[in-house]
């Protein structure tokens, strides 16, 4: 039920994207700040791994997806980008799903602005503001 060979593009330059969009608005104000915030998650990702471990998406055929899980060895680690306020710790529906069927040790929600730790069945969850990345 999980989907192999549909890629997810990702802009690595957000000013090229903006260019290309024409849209130099402030995040706050603009409709694809998800977009942006998983790009940024990305690019800091990419940064901080140094090929140290694999990062791929997941999506199965219910729509249910995972914007990045870093491979590492035999560890799968879920990251979500939320870039929204959060008043308490929370995952989506999609990462619950993710979760239940993996049970990774430890997952990462990033966020606008929030820290936070919960745990689902085994897996330790940190929230932590994208900027931190």
Known sequence: ??????????????????????????????????????????????NLLQDKAEIMYWRTLAKAEVDFILKTGKENI????????????????????????????RAVVFTKNFWGEMEVGTTEIKFVPLCYL
């Open 1 to 46: 039920t999980e989907l192999k060979k549909n890629p997810k593009i990702y802009f690595m330059d957000s000013g090229l994207r903006n260019y290309i969009i024409k849209n130099f608005n402030s995040v706050e104000n603009r409709p694809d700040k998800s977009g942006l915030a998983e790009g940024v998650a990305l690019t800091g990702l990419i």
């Open 78 to 105: 879920p990251v979500e980008v939320k870039y929204q306020n959060f008043k308490k710790p929370e995952i989506s529906r999609s990462f619950r799903s993710f979760l239940s069927e993996y049970s990774p040790a």
